[in-house]
């Protein structure tokens, strides 16, 4: 699922320092996975996340400030969901080693927050026993009580916290009830926890025993099932209606994104070219009113056109996963994944690399088989990332008209599902390829937990896009800027007599066509070829690129209309070649950087970087002389 | 007893499936003859049909995972809604709903068959 927080933009230039507070107390938050962790670390931090969790720096887990009452203010680290701490994965690893302070670029927890869902206590309870035989001052922060109280369930808190030694909160990070409890807690003097009789830790059913017993002490009764998540799942997954509503779900999220934001698009394109013009009329002519205007403005607000898009996707696929439909679509999917000789847990970071490949590659590690995680690794970069969605987007509307396929369809979505479904069957394809060769390995079985269905909340979501937009805007304001502004230097030397070379023979343009023999055979000129070493950055950068290479060929221009540029030197059979370009290449420094840090060296990436080259290049050639 | 071990391929280029294979039984308070019998796993369910778990067929570091999701010897397990196909299902056990695959529901052996009535 796309834990698209996770994702800090690709970029070494992305890199935020986590500033040392050396005040501030750090807390571990950790439960099982679907226990609202998450929700209520946002509940806790709001705004004040940092999202530390890229390549470089080797942090898996998310940071944030929670402000308490008297200036105080406690760093909370959000761990990775986990059943128990004995360490079978490495997102396990990495949550066991946080909590014994064994990584040095996370400050060891003086206290945990253990957050459960009440609505499944005995279960959940087993997670207990191994975070209280830590020693640590914990709070065991029951989650979901609205959940509870509303489907029959009771329980006595008290109690639990004898039978614990350990402070019990009863709260719904969702609803915010209870949350001063846990404020209180952090605020307050912490205290190690009563020790109490512990059962085996690495005994399941032992653990179990003891997590039944430990609930009927406490009065414990569990809820009665949820009736509306039976009877939606009965509609959703039935052998009929339930693929037909999938795809209706995925068109209805594409068609939208295209059809409704133009608007806003526009609002932002009109933005840049009123500030552009105005920096333009307000500076006297001279280079830095030509770094500004002509590359920076240009470049930088080509890309930025496109948050409102992003952002819209990601407030989709925001309400798909918070509403519990994704697990449901990784259900229906996983006899075709099975096919293709991958198992289940491969589907949630194949699905998160639909936002990123970087943090989807993170997410293997809960792969426990090693060969079955290398093969997801080397796939993850072909699923459509939202780097590619605005090249995508680009392209598509400059040589597509909007015309309505069957009356409700447009031609532009069928489009878009047809790119996202071609990077989709590459994968899998790869998956089957090196699965029934050099990664062949025995089956792990897949084990998917269901959860009831919720309504997303506006402040969930809200977060979702205000990360995103940081996200975007950082890679705007620091990969592409700095990408944009090196092309601006490349496009003005040699500078002789006062003047620019026209670009065409300035250094950014002999690069282009130093390389136009080998781009010329897949219909691309040498602009296309700038743009293309520029986007092996990072996808994106190559509409910067374009932006500002036109920008710079036509001073005069105010629009920054790519489009109609782009229809004057692509053919059509070209910009089906530059599509298919882009869905296969690797053009992702970020990415080659984690995949040779998870596979600890560099054989898998340069294999990974010349094969996923090669199929761009040769599908790129293909498309181009089949239809151009 | 039990089944012959399945043939799975390859595991032998892999080293983490030198493990031995858990065996996990509760003490049968039933007929044994029953499960003896009916050497029936998860798979025989129709949706809507109970059971009580015997034993996990699976290496050691598999069967922990399912134990952790509450498929423990002596669980009660009810068949739910599956895939389009039929495979992978759902199923409840200890309050939650976990959707397996029919390979490895088929290592999970049950005791006892019956239905519980529908949910309306």
Same mark, same amino acid.
């Given at each position: 699922?796309?834990?698209?927080?996770?994702?800090?933009?690709?970029? $070494?230039?992305?890199?935020?320092? #986590?500033?040392?507070?050396?005040?501030?107390?750090?807390?571990?938050?950790?439960?099982? @996975?679907?226990?609202?962790?998450?929700?209520?670390?946002?509940?806790?931090?709001?705004?004040?996340?940092?999202?530390?969790?890229?390549?470089?720096?080797?942090?898996?887990?998310?940071?944030?400030?929670?402000?308490?009452?008297?200036?105080?203010?406690?760093?909370?680290?959000?761990?990775?969901?986990?059943?128990?701490?004995?360490?079978?994965?490495?997102?396990?690893?990495?949550?066991?080693?946080?909590?014994?302070?064994?990584?040095?670029?996370?400050?060891? $927890?003086?206290?945990?927050?253990?957050?459960?869902?009440? +609505?499944?206590?005995?279960?959940?309870?087993?997670?207990?026993?191994?975070?209280?035989?830590?020693?640590?001052?914990?709070?065991?922060?029951?989650?979901?009580?609205?959940?509870?109280?509303?489907?029959?369930?009771?329980?006595?808190?008290?109690?639990?916290?004898?039978?614990?030694?350990?402070?019990?909160?009863?709260?719904?990070?969702?609803?915010?009830?209870?949350?001063?409890?846990?404020?209180?807690?952090?605020?307050?003097?912490?205290?190690?926890?009563?020790?109490?009789?512990?059962?085996?830790?690495?005994?399941?059913?032992?653990?179990?025993?003891?997590?039944?017993?430990?609930?009927?002490?406490?009065?414990?009764?569990?809820?009665?099932?949820?009736?509306?998540?039976?009877?939606?799942?009965?509609?959703?997954?039935? $052998?009929?209606?339930?693929?037909?509503?999938?795809?209706?779900?995925?068109?209805?999220?594409?068609?939208?994104?295209?059809?409704?934001?133009?608007?806003?698009?526009?609002?932002?394109?009109?933005?840049?070219?009123?500030?552009?013009?105005?920096?333009?009329?307000?500076?006297? @002519?001279?280079?830095?009113?030509?770094?500004?205007?002509?590359?920076?403005?240009?470049?930088?607000?080509?890309?930025?056109?496109?948050?409102?898009?992003?952002?819209?996707?990601?407030?989709?696929?925001?309400?798909?996963?918070?509403?519990?439909?994704?697990?449901?679509?990784?259900?229906?999917?996983?006899?075709?994944?099975?096919?293709?000789?991958?198992?289940?847990?491969?589907?949630?970071?194949?699905?998160?690399?639909?936002?990123?490949?970087?943090?989807?590659?993170?997410?293997?590690?809960?792969?426990?088989?090693?060969?079955?995680?290398?093969? +997801?690794?080397?796939?993850?970069?072909?699923?459509?990332?939202?780097?590619?969605?605005?090249?995508?987007?680009?392209?598509?509307?400059?040589?597509? @008209?909007?015309?309505?396929? #069957?009356?409700?369809?447009?031609?532009?979505?069928?489009?878009?599902?047809?790119?996202?479904?071609?990077?989709?069957?590459?994968?899998?394809?790869?998956?089957?390829?090196?699965?029934?060769?050099?990664?062949?390995?025995?089956?792990?079985?897949?084990?998917?937990?269901?959860?009831? !269905?919720?309504? $997303?909340?506006?402040?969930?979501?809200?977060?979702?896009?205000?990360?995103?937009?940081?996200?975007?805007?950082?890679?705007?304001?620091?990969?592409?800027?700095?990408?944009?502004?090196?092309?601006?230097?490349?496009?003005?030397?040699?500078?002789?007599?006062?003047?620019?070379?026209?670009?065409?023979?300035?250094?950014?343009?002999?690069?282009?066509? +130093?390389?136009?023999?080998?781009?010329?055979?897949?219909?691309?000129?040498?602009?296309?070829?700038?743009?293309?070493?520029?986007?092996?950055?990072?996808?994106?950068?190559?509409?910067?690129?374009?932006?500002?290479?036109?920008?710079?060929?036509?001073?005069?221009?105010?629009?920054?209309?790519?489009?109609?540029?782009?229809?004057?030197?692509?053919?059509?059979?070209?910009?089906?070649?530059?599509?298919?370009?882009?869905?296969?290449?690797?053009?992702?420094?970020?990415?080659?950087?984690?995949?040779?840090?998870?596979?600890?060296?560099?054989?898998?990436?340069?294999?990974?970087?010349? !094969?996923?080259?090669?199929?761009?290049?040769?599908?790129?050639?293909?498309?181009?002389?089949? #239809?151009? | 007893?039990?089944?012959?071990?399945?043939?799975?391929?390859?595991?032998?280029?892999?080293?983490?499936?030198?493990?031995?294979?858990?065996?996990?039984?509760?003490?049968?308070?039933?007929?044994?003859?029953?499960?003896?019998?009916?050497?029936?796993?998860?798979?025989?369910?129709?949706?809507?049909?109970?059971?009580?778990?015997?034993?996990?067929?699976?290496?050691?570091?598999?069967?922990?995972?399912?134990?952790?999701?509450?498929?423990?010897?002596?669980?009660?397990?009810?068949?739910?809604?599956?895939?389009?196909?039929?495979?992978?299902?759902?199923?409840?056990?200890?309050?939650?709903?976990?959707?397996?695959?029919?390979?490895?529901?088929?290592?999970?052996?049950?005791?006892?068959?019956?239905?519980?009535?529908?949910?309306?």
């Amino acid at each position: 699922m796309s834990e698209c927080r996770d994702c800090a933009g690709c970029g $070494p230039a992305a890199v935020l320092p #986590l500033s040392p507070r050396a005040a501030t107390k750090a807390v571990a938050v950790i439960g099982p @996975p679907n226990s609202g962790k998450t929700t209520l670390f946002n509940r806790l931090t709001g705004l004040r996340q940092k999202v530390a969790n890229f390549p470089g720096v080797t942090v898996e887990q998310h940071t944030g400030i929670a402000e308490l009452d008297g200036g105080q203010a406690v760093e909370l680290i959000d761990l990775p969901g986990v059943y128990s701490l004995s360490p079978h994965s490495e997102d396990e690893q990495v949550a066991f080693d946080v909590l014994t302070g064994r990584r040095d670029d996370t400050p060891k $927890p003086e206290a945990i927050l253990l957050v459960l869902d009440s +609505t499944n206590l005995s279960r959940h309870l087993m997670l207990a026993a191994p975070i209280l035989s830590l020693g640590l001052p914990s709070l065991i922060i029951l989650n979901m009580a609205d959940d509870l109280r509303n489907r029959g369930g009771t329980l006595d808190t008290e109690a639990l916290a004898r039978e614990l030694g350990a402070p019990v909160a009863l709260v719904s990070a969702r609803q915010g009830e209870g949350i001063e409890q846990v404020r209180d807690f952090l605020a307050g003097a912490m205290e190690q926890p009563t020790p109490v009789l512990l059962p085996v830790l690495h005994d399941v059913p032992k653990c179990r025993e003891w997590a039944g017993r430990v609930g009927s002490q406490a009065d414990y009764r569990a809820p009665i099932a949820p009736k509306w998540t039976r009877r939606l799942d009965r509609v959703v997954l039935d $052998p009929l209606a339930g693929p037909l509503i999938f795809a209706f779900v995925v068109i209805a999220v594409f068609q939208s994104i295209f059809s409704y934001v133009t608007p806003l698009m526009d609002g932002v394109k009109w933005l840049f070219e009123v500030s552009g013009n105005w920096i333009a009329v307000s500076l006297p @002519p001279s280079l830095v009113r030509s770094l500004l205007v002509d590359g920076v403005w240009k470049g930088v607000g080509s890309v930025l056109v496109f948050l409102p898009q992003v952002l819209l996707l990601f407030l989709f696929i925001g309400i798909l996963e918070d509403s519990g439909y994704l697990a449901r679509a990784a259900l229906i999917a996983d006899r075709t994944m099975a096919r293709f000789g991958l198992q289940g847990k491969s589907f949630i970071p194949l699905l998160s690399a639909y936002a990123c490949a970087v943090p989807a590659i993170l997410s293997t590690r809960t792969i426990e088989n090693k060969r079955d995680r290398i093969a +997801t690794i080397l796939i993850a970069p072909f699923m459509t990332c939202s780097a590619r969605f605005p090249v995508y987007t680009l392209i598509i509307v400059a040589f597509l @008209p909007n015309r309505q396929l #069957l009356g409700f369809l447009s031609v532009r979505t069928v489009a878009m599902i047809g790119l996202y479904a071609l990077g989709f069957v590459t994968a899998v394809l790869t998956a089957r390829l090196l699965k029934s060769s050099i990664l062949k390995s025995g089956r792990t079985p897949f084990l998917l937990e269901m959860p009831a !269905y919720r309504w $997303p909340t506006v402040q969930s979501l809200g977060l979702r896009l205000v990360d995103r937009s940081k996200v975007f805007l950082r890679r705007a304001g620091t990969v592409i800027l700095l990408v944009t502004v090196l092309l601006w230097m490349a496009a003005h030397v040699p500078y002789t007599h006062g003047h620019p070379p026209a670009i065409r023979d300035s250094l950014a343009g002999t690069l282009g066509r +130093t390389i136009e023999p080998a781009i010329k055979p897949l219909g691309f000129d040498w602009k296309i070829g700038i743009g293309l070493i520029t986007s092996f950055a990072a996808r994106e950068t190559i509409i910067a690129t374009l932006g500002a290479i036109y920008g710079m060929d036509h001073p005069d221009s105010t629009s920054m209309d790519l489009q109609i540029a782009l229809r004057h030197d692509l053919t059509p059979g070209a910009a089906v070649a530059l599509l298919i370009f882009f869905a296969f290449a690797m053009q992702c420094v970020s990415t080659v950087a984690v995949v040779r840090r998870e596979t600890g060296g560099w054989k898998w990436p340069l294999a990974q970087f010349a !094969y996923m080259s090669a199929l761009a290049y040769g599908g790129a050639f293909l498309a181009f002389h089949l #239809l151009g | 007893m039990r089944k012959a071990q399945r043939k799975s391929g390859n595991h032998h280029l892999d080293k983490d499936f030198g493990v031995a294979h858990t065996k996990i039984e509760m003490q049968l308070s039933s007929n044994k003859a029953v499960s003896e019998t009916l050497p029936a796993s998860l798979v025989d369910l129709r949706r809507g049909d109970e059971a009580v778990l015997s034993e996990i067929d699976l290496p050691v570091e598999d069967a922990r995972r399912l134990m952790e999701l509450g498929f423990l010897p002596g669980a009660r397990v009810v068949a739910g809604q599956s895939a389009p196909g039929g495979d992978p299902r759902v199923f409840q056990v200890d309050g939650s709903e976990v959707a397996v695959r029919r390979e490895t529901a088929r290592r999970l052996k049950i005791r006892r068959k019956g239905r519980v009535p529908r949910l309306k």
